[in-house]
């Protein structure tokens, strides 16, 4: 495929990334905060769909809405207008069925309990037996490369391994949708690029649908199958560009000429975004 060529969808195409059987359908996603210096409008007329099984990054400048949308999706905001489905159901209906494991900015695991204890949390909240969560715990430590510091505390680890460790408690029970909210920015670049190789086989291995929101061009680039890049806000979405890249991604496709192409487009993109009038 020639990348430089692909067809590019703008927003009054409604944004759609092809999607046959859709995890994620969001139409017409608008979404508005009133403070007290007035209204905000984080999102405007965003639509979408993200099939089952993509890696599905968000790109945009900072305040644009990338992370709002995220939150929408998890039914942690709610949109002023426009609708969100999940798995043919609502936000709330999904969250309610436990649909999604999501993975913040920071690992925020409880300092006092054991890396397998945090990871277990999620499982003793909704009540799996013992047994069955020492076994998920043990999966779950071995799908991150944990096995071994389960009796572990979180200020023993690096910050590498407690986000690792934060990915394996919202894969604990099984979810279909992961959804991960710039879980690496924090990190040095090394930990960063090592991270990144690890999801992208987690991923192969797990098949979830991924939500991931990055500001890193070079990653998102990485793990996508597709990036949906956004503008400053009010958050509109300037482009979707499919990642046809090998799956099976080693760190030194990153010098390749499809790799840099694909690259270009996003950050061509996101200069547009900040010329977008609406």
């Known amino acids: 495929m020639d990348v430089a060529a692909a067809p590019k969808l703008k927003p009054d195409d409604g944004g759609k990334a ?47 809405g990338k992370t709002t949308l995220l939150r929408a999706v998890a039914d942690l905001e709610t949109p002023t207008s426009g609708a969100i489905r999940v798995n043919g ?10 649909a999604y494991g ?7 695991l409880y300092p006092w ?23 998920r715990v043990a999966k779950g430590l071995e799908l991150v490369n944990l096995s071994g510091f389960g009796a572990k505390f979180p200020w023993q680890l690096s910050g590498g391994m407690q986000q690792r460790a934060s990915i394996a408690r919202a894969l604990s029970f099984d979810p279909d949708l992961l959804l991960m909210d710039e879980p690496f920015g924090a990190l040095d670049e090394i930990v960063r690029d090592m991270l990144n190789q690890q999801l992208l086989r987690l991923w ?9 929101v990055t500001h890193s061009i070079p990653e998102a680039v990485f793990l996508s199958t597709h990036i949906v890049v956004m503008s400053p806000r009010p958050g509109r979405i300037i482009d979707v560009i499919a990642c046809d890249l090998p799956r099976d991604r080693a760190l030194d496709i990153r010098e390749t000429p499809e790799f840099l192409a694909i690259a270009n487009r996003v950050r061509h993109g996101l200069r547009e975004g900040h010329s977008y009038d609406g």
């Open 102 to 108: 999501y993975v913040f900015q920071a690992p925020a």
């Open 204 to 212: 192969d291995v797990t098949g979830k649908t991924v939500m991931f």
């Open 18 to 64: 092809p999607a046959a059987d859709a995890a994620i359908e969001i139409s017409g996603v608008s979404l508005r905060f009133d403070t007290a210096d007035g209204p905000v409008e984080a999102l405007s007329n965003v639509s979408l769909k993200v099939a089952r099984g993509e890696f599905v990054s968000f790109i945009g400048p900072s305040g644009c």
């Open 113 to 135: 309990r054991s890396v397998a204890r945090n990871i277990a949390l999620p499982l003793e909240v909704m009540g799996f037996a013992k047994a069955e969560r020492e076994a």
């Open 89 to 98: 159901m609502s936000p709330r209906e999904a969250r309610a069925s436990r």
